[in-house]
């Protein structure tokens, strides 16, 4: 998803683009990956490749979100060292803050507090990219950079109910229990977390924006300064898919972190600001899931 989204804005400014995916290289292969950088020596490296997954997937399969994602990372990172690749961004994750940093969350509390336990391996994956960035530019003076957007989606999302983030995910159950007619649809947690969501081509945005006006070893925050309950945001996805149901919040189930509003006064400050509307990328959204996930009959 993100990755594609780059992609498009960077060919609608002009850039020539080679897109890879994990369907056409594997990246936890060093030496595939190796390969692959020195044969396209790219100017620019994007890193937006990564195992990713919701609140149920990252606490059952924490050595898959660590082990994969460690290895996609440092491969990429180490392979563009080798080729010589003059600019990096890493993207990291709004995931990697303390779960109970103050809010609005700045870059500087990077580190200082623990974890969500729900998504702590993926996050300490995502550090530890963010790290290595900032080594290569301490080390051997690389100008490459990193961001942290918030929760993001999108056309190209994960739409698997049993892995995907937030939004993809209730798109697809509110979808599903409309279709069928069920009368009621059950989300884990109590629905009090308030969450920050951006729309994938906001960020593509900012992200070709910094490639060209940022240069600094800290990590950037990207995020649309707006915040939504998990409860409330069920229920206008719920609206959105046409879903007319009862929502029912499963309290025994986790909540993730309470709040997570970024702040993003360094980007703005850029002159980068998102576009999109929450609403509004949810319409988009459910219309490329339509497309591309469901087959209605005539």
């Known amino acids: 998803m993100v990755g594609s989204a780059i992609a498009q804005e960077a060919k609608e400014q002009g ?26 020596k790219p100017d620019i ?40 690749v003059a600019k990096v961004l890493f993207l990291g994750s709004s995931c990697v803050y303390p779960k109970l940093a103050p809010q609005p969350i700045s870059e500087s509390y990077l580190l200082t507090g623990e974890l969500e336990p729900t998504n702590e391996a993926y996050a300490i994956a995502k550090i530890a ?3 290595l960035v900032e080594a290569y530019r301490r080390q051997f003076g690389r100008n490459w950079i990193s961001a942290m957007p918030s929760n993001l989606y999108g056309p190209r999302d994960n739409f698997d109910i049993e892995t995907a983030h937030v939004v993809p995910a209730l798109i697809h159950r509110f979808y599903n229990a409309k279709l069928k007619g069920e009368g009621r649809v059950e989300i884990w947690g109590d629905g009090t977390p308030l969450r920050e969501f951006l729309f994938v081509e906001d960020l593509a945005r900012a992200c070709l924006m910094l490639i060209e006006k940022y240069d600094d070893s800290a990590a950037i925050n990207v995020g649309s300064g707006q915040e939504i309950t998990v409860a409330d945001l069920a229920l206008l996805i719920a609206n959105t898919v046409g879903y007319k149901g009862e929502i029912i919040f499963n309290a025994d189930h986790p909540n ?43």
């Open 45 to 84: 490296l994007v890193v937006a490749a990564a195992k990713v997954g919701g609140i149920g997937a990252n606490a059952s399969m924490p050595v898959d979100f660590l082990s994969i994602n460690l290895q996609i990372q440092s491969n990429l990172l180490d392979a563009a060292f080798a080729a010589n």
């Open 256 to 298: 993730g972190t309470p709040r997570k509003l970024l702040d993003s006064t360094r980007i703005t400050e850029l002159g980068w600001s998102p576009q999109v509307t929450l609403q509004r990328g949810l319409e988009a959204t459910l219309d490329w899931f339509r497309v591309h996930h469901i087959k209605e009959d005539a």
């Open 129 to 131: 990219g963010l790290k």
């Open 15 to 40: 850039y020539e683009v080679i897109g890879k995916s994990s369907n056409h290289l594997n990246f936890t292969n060093r030496r595939e990956t190796f390969a692959e950088i020195q044969v396209t």
